[in-house]
């Protein structure tokens, strides 16, 4: 009898660590998923910044690139641009993650983000802790940004907003587990001085993502005059060929992996693959900060 009724109290008891870790169960269910919508709701932060211009940019460039910052206009209409952000570049990180083997987590670093897509997307992984986003116009950061947040539903509460000058960014050496960027090299005054840049934030065995380079090439080598023209903002644009790229990641001792980007579906992808660097084409660029190794004297 004492026997039953102890295994009652320990089956009553049991039924009530049962009970209340059900509840708690569903009550961390329930926190969690409030959180989420919490996090995708509030407004990514913003810091103000003064002064944050290099001697390669110009108050000017900035100024430029303000007056017709609306991508819906470098991607020819409103509803081209919104299949852009909803259905092509999307595609981008599941791209890197599964042909390239890119692990994109920890701390990440967005330069020249423009509209911000590409930080929106990073966001909503798992192992991303945060993004610093950053463009040399305060002005796309604090309107584009965050509407591209909304129509992305970004981890808004992992993003922190500010303006940075790609040629010196005034962060601190070795911080960063990631750089990415995305259509950005091509607008820098001055490229190696850029990739120095990059690699001196990043922690070593951190890696530099680079996509959405204009590159030129083969069959247009040789009408190499239209290789300058304007870009987004009247912004110059370089067209360099991949030999170009590969010569300033070495001047910078950024040892450079180029990957083929294909995104296309179908009989699609095949006919890409093989014209790809002949009559279009599509690299990602991918760097790793080898970390310093001390030779031991014997
Ligand atoms: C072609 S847009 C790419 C924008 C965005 N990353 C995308 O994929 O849509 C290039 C971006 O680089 C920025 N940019 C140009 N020069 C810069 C500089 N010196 N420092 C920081 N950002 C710069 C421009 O403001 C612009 O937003």
Redesign the pocket.
């Given at each position: 009898m004492r026997g039953q009724k102890s295994n009652l109290k320990s089956s009553i008891g049991f039924r009530g660590v049962l009970c209340s870790e059900r509840t708690g169960l569903r009550t961390r269910l329930w926190l969690g998923i409030f959180q989420v919508c919490l996090a995708n709701d509030i407004e990514s932060k913003y810091l103000e910044r003064k002064d944050y211009?290099?001697r390669?940019?110009h108050q000017r460039?900035?100024q430029k690139?303000e007056a017709s910052s609306d991508?819906s206009q470098?991607y020819g209409s409103e509803k081209a641009w919104s299949r852009a952000l909803k259905e092509d570049?999307p595609r981008f990180i599941p791209f890197l993650q599964k042909k390239c083997g890119v692990e994109f987590h920890g701390r990440i670093l967005?330069?020249?983000?423009?509209?911000?897509?590409?930080s929106g997307e990073l966001s909503k992984l798992p192992r991303v802790v945060e993004v610093v986003t950053?463009?040399?116009?305060s002005k796309?950061l604090k309107e584009h940004a965050p509407q591209v947040f909304k129509l992305l539903k970004a981890h808004t509460s992992k993003i922190t907003r500010m303006p940075?000058?790609?040629?010196e960014m005034g962060f601190r050496t070795n911080y960063f587990d990631f750089v990415v960027?995305?259509?950005?090299l091509h607008?820098?005054?001055n490229i190696v001085q850029v990739l120095r840049e990059v690699k001196r934030v990043l922690k070593p065995g951190g890696r530099y993502v680079a996509i959405?380079e204009p590159v030129w090439p083969l069959m247009k080598m040789k009408s190499r005059s239209k290789r300058s023209k304007s870009?987004?903002?009247g912004?110059p644009v370089n067209t360099y060929t991949l030999a170009h790229y590969k010569e300033s990641f070495k001047q910078a001792a950024f040892p450079l992996e180029v990957k083929r980007v294909n995104l296309s579906r179908g009989l699609k992808y095949y006919v890409d693959k093989m014209v790809n660097g002949i009559t279009h084409a599509r690299f990602a660029f991918i760097v790793i900060k080898r970390p310093v190794t001390h030779k031991t004297t014997a």
């Open positions: 211009l290099s390669y940019a460039m900035v690139r991508p470098e570049l967005e330069i020249g983000a423009g509209g911000a897509w590409l950053t463009d040399f116009s796309l940075a000058d790609f040629h960027s995305s259509s950005v607008h820098a005054t959405r870009g987004p903002g912004l």
